[in-house]
């Protein structure tokens, strides 16, 4: 079940009357691929109870006299708690078909794009349903949830994997599902069952192909099985002590702890060789971990055929794709091995390469694409199969700043369109300031820091402040001349300009420095008292690079 | 996870190495240009037709038909058969007729046969030329000349020690097992055939896991690294399976051969060889940490395989488990013999034996690497 914790600050909503449901329709079709969550009230058709329930809309029906939303139930704020994790069909506030007769409809646009692979069918659509099912069997398992009713008229809930599908005489429609054993009328052991559409009577049926279906449906839920690990979680990725030793009892990396919240991005900057890659490595299970686990989308990083389809990774050599294959080749020929079809696979492609600005590249080979090009290129391939989690492994290195920044962009773009968390290394402890939370690395020590920019920049003597000062002409050891003022406890070259740290008020502190800098004839072109600190400074101070005062 | 899932990744993988080999232009020159420069180089040696050979042990079958006793005191065709088994190396076998002999041959008893014609004994006292029927098997290059030679050395031998004799006894090869068609573009043909195809493929497939540098990411997907290696041998299998009908074509029509087989048995073969190359190429693969590790693993292997065809030496037992030599012997004994494929079963089953034992090292030995280096 989809959590309500994951609702993005920022939504469209838009208010709709139960009478007005057709224009709510018409809301929800202009943005057919964003996905819309709804806050429903209404009462349940059958039972009159009033309820409010909130859900994510799987499709919208507007055929001959029908108009209804199928509604994947996340959470209930009033009437029965069993809703939850079903799917309701909603009617407007006459409908005489549909199990909720709505009376306000609140839509909300999450602003970003359905990445749900789930897809849902009324019972008598069962013809379609078989169809697209079809295709999906020639490729990989699906999932389904069936609500119907038995042979004898009992209301039944199916739950299993779809063993068959097929279309009989006169274009009559049939799944077969081993069940778990689950069912609302009662407890059944795991069994085969024959799945028919609701509108066909069993006589007529029997008349027809000679099968009387077990189940009729009404409502049908489908999965794919790559979509099986779509369920969101709290923190994305969970490491715990994570330790690396290698043969000579020496720790590469130690007692690594943190926690991404899903829907973030966590950058991870450090000196080399300070277990950054070992950490990536550990994380993605590429190295089994001493001591310690990983947790990435609930599941632990050693359950390996498991956690796979969770998270993407792009390596930092660009030479780990096919140079001879297109762009969307290589798409295809790693998407594939998710399981997921040829079809879906070019469709999906196409829409990253517009995305990534690279569609007009992505019939050439990739060797003929410029770094930045190739770089996008190889993150199209890990977001192929929508990752809940991206790894980037030095992402930037090689691109000039431009490009950089550029390609921090397509990375955001990717976050908020796709609700993709991300690790991204880099050794540019600037592009932290990209990033929600930043793990620092030291050689030796392993994680030193975690936490958002602005709280480790916060850390920092001054709280995130300096004071800055250029003087008229460069003096080399200014430092170490600083040395004797009171309250100074770092100095920061980075080129001409000088940051001085202080717990000391900036103000009176820059004071303090220039009339110490005044003493000794110094010239002083320009003080800021009050100057931001940004990463790169954080990163230096942190790591010790800088003397000491 | 669907039990499907992995059948379908695993073609998906031949699919995309299959399409990675097309776009390599080199690899395909490897695959296609390299068998017709060989059957082309064969072609110019046939024409040379200088193909020398050496004299090696022999067992001969002696069908003595000579009924004539026209010399008092001793018979010549004895005489002659007692000559021929005097020589070094040489093992006479007797057989009463010509058929038994000629079975001798076929289950290779003998390696060839020589008939002594009735009238030989009275051609010879008569000072009449006479002749001797050398019959050798296709099946053995190397003892089709030296049985022939060792027949003449004994003849002449024979004469010197009886001293009187004036007239010639002439040694008429008569060569069995043999096709319509070139003898030497059979049997160097069958060879090239079955050796190019192995080691074709061998060399293209020894780069497959060490140069393939994308296939660290490919496992972070859920492909299992034992999907790799059946999606790998898969696709060179079939690329070798291709250039092998290729092969088997040129060499078919080329040289106007009418081999004693089928085309279907001859695919079989050519794509038991084929498999085998693939898997040979893709253990070397696996074991190699570099491009120039797998090229001295294919060379150690082409060397190896050269020395031990039995072509050019005789191997002994080896020969009985080495898969180029096991795809030899069924070539000889569906094309040349005229046997039923079935009859080899036990050549198909230890190069069976050889493939699975390929596949489980190279999973193995795929099995410690770690995704990304």
Redesign the interface.
């Known amino acids: 079940m989809e959590q309500l914790a994951n609702i993005p600050v920022f939504v469209e909503k838009n208010y709709f009357a139960g009478s007005r449901f057709d224009d709510a329709l018409d809301w929800i079709e202009e943005r057919s691929d964003r996905e819309i969550h709804t806050q429903i009230t209404g009462q349940l058709r059958e039972s009159n109870e009033e309820i409010a329930v909130e859900g994510r809309v799987l499709n919208v029906a507007r055929r001959g006299r029908i108009r209804r939303i199928a509604l994947l139930i996340n959470s209930v704020q009033k009437g029965s708690t069993d809703l939850n994790g079903i799917v309701l069909t909603i009617g407007s506030d006459k409908t005489e078909r549909e199990e909720v007769a709505a009376k306000q409809l609140v839509l909300m646009n999450w602003l970003r794009r359905n990445i749900h692979d789930d897809f849902y069918y009324d019972g008598e659509e069962i013809d379609h349903a078989v169809k697209r099912v079809q295709e999906l069997l ?4 699906v999932d389904a949830q069936i609500w119907g009713t038995s042979k004898e008229g009992q209301p039944m809930y199916i739950k299993g994997t779809v063993t068959n599908a097929r279309m009989e005489r006169l274009r009559v429609g049939l799944l077969e599902l081993r069940t778990t054993p689950k069912s609302i009328a009662k407890e059944s052991s795991a069994q085969v069952l024959t799945i028919g559409g609701r509108e066909t009577a069993p006589e007529i049926m029997r008349e027809l192909i000679s099968i009387v279906p077990d189940v009729l449906a009404h409502k049908m839920l489908f999965t794919p ?1 790559y979509a099986r690990t779509r369920g969101k979680v709290e923190n994305v990725i969970v490491a715990e002590n994570l330790t690396v030793t290698v043969d000579n009892n020496f720790d590469i990396i130690r007692d690594v702890s943190f926690k991404l919240p899903s829907g973030k991005i966590m950058g991870i900057i450090g000196e080399s060789g300070s277990g950054k890659s070992t950490t990536i ?1 550990a994380l ?1 299970g ?2 089994s971990p001493t001591k310690g686990q990983v947790v990435i989308g609930g599941v632990p990083s050693t359950q390996r ?1 498991q956690v ?2 969770i998270f993407g ?1 792009v ?1 930092q ?1 660009l ?4 140079q ?2 297109t762009p969307l ?2 798409i295809i ?2 998407g ?4 997921i079809p040829e079809r879906e696979l070019v469709r999906r492609g196409k829409i990253l390469l517009r995305e990534m600005g690279i569609f007009e590249k992505g019939n050439q080979s990739v060797n003929t694409l410029s770094g930045g090009e190739k770089r996008r290129a190889s993150i199209s391939i890990s977001m192929v ?1 929508r990752p809940q989690l991206l790894i980037l492994d030095e992402p930037t290195s090689g691109l000039d700043p431009d490009m950089r920044s550029e390609l921090w962009d397509y990375l955001d773009y990717l976050n908020q369109e796709y609700g993709t968390s991300m690790i991204v290394v880099t050794h540019y402890p600037g592009e932290a300031e990209y990033c929600d939370t930043v793990g620092v690395f030291m050689r030796d020590r392993s994680l030193v820091a975690y936490g958002s920019p602005a709280e480790l920049k916060a850390s920092l003597p001054g709280k995130g402040y300096a004071v800055g000062i250029i003087l008229q002409q460069p003096r080399p050891g200014i430092a170490t001349l600083l040395q004797g003022v009171k309250g100074i406890i770092h100095v920061l070259e980075r080129g001409e300009l000088i940051k001085v740290f202080s717990e000391v008020p900036l103000i009176e502190m820059s004071e303090r420095v220039v009339r110490a800098l005044q003493a000794k004839d110094i010239q002083i072109k320009s003080v800021k008292p009050k100057m931001g600190v940004d990463m790169t400074d954080y990163f230096i101070l942190i790591t010790g690079r800088q003397l000491e005062v | 996870m669907s039990s499907i899932e992995p059948f379908k990744r695993i073609i998906a993988l031949t699919r995309k190495e299959i399409q990675t080999i097309i776009k390599d232009r080199t690899a395909m020159l490897l695959v296609f240009l390299l068998p017709i420069l060989t059957i082309g180089t064969l072609a110019l040696a046939i024409q040379q037709n200088d193909i020398q050979a050496e004299t090696e042990p022999l067992i001969f079958g002696v069908v003595d038909l000579d009924t004539t006793d026209t010399f008092p005191g001793l018979d010549l065709s004895e005489n002659f058969t007692a000559t021929l088994a005097s020589l070094d190396g040489i093992t006479v076998v007797p057989y009463e007729n010509e058929s038994d002999a000629y079975m001798g041959l076929f289950l290779n008893e003998i390696d060839s046969y020589v008939v002594i014609p009735d009238g030989f004994e009275h051609a010879l006292s008569m000072d009449l030329p006479t002749i001797v029927y050398v019959h050798t098997s296709n099946t053995q290059l190397q003892g089709q000349g030296n049985a022939i030679i060792s027949v003449t050395e004994a003849a002449l031998i024979f004469r010197q020690k009886l001293g009187w004799i004036r007239s010639d006894i002439l040694t008429i090869p008569e060569v069995e097992f043999v096709p319509e068609g070139d003898v030497l573009a059979v049997q160097v043909g069958a060879f090239l055939v079955v050796f190019c195809i192995f080691m074709a493929i061998a060399l293209i497939s020894c780069q497959s896991i060490v140069g393939d540098i994308p296939l660290r990411r490919m496992l972070l997907t859920p492909t299992s690294k034992v999907e790799v290696i059946l999606g790998k041998i898969s696709a060179y299998t079939i690329i070798g399976m291709i250039q092998g009908l290729l092969l088997l074509i040129l060499w078919i029509v080329g040289f106007q051969l009418n081999l004693r087989t089928d085309l279907l048995t001859l695919v079989i073969i050519v794509s038991l060889m084929s498999l085998a190359g693939a898997v040979s190429g893709v253990v070397i693969s696996s074991f190699s940490t570099s491009r120039l590790q797998a090229n001295q693993g294919f060379l150690f292997l082409l060397l190896g395989m050269m020395i031990l065809s039995g072509m050019f030496i005789d191997v002994g037992v080896i020969s009985e488990f080495l898969p180029m030599n096991l795809g030899m012997q069924l070539i000889r004994d569906t094309a040349f013999k005229g046997l039923l494929l079935i009859a080899g079963w036990q050549e198909i089953i230890r190069i069976l034996i050889y493939i699975m034992g390929g596949i489980v090292i190279a999973i193995l030995v795929l099995w410690r690497k770690r995704t990304l280096a």
Do not use: C, L, S
């Open positions: 020639a490729y990989t398992e099985a490595r993605i590429d190295i055929k796979k389809p990774f390596p050599d030479g780990y794709m096919y001879n294959f080749e290589n020929e790693f594939k091995q998710y399981g199969h």
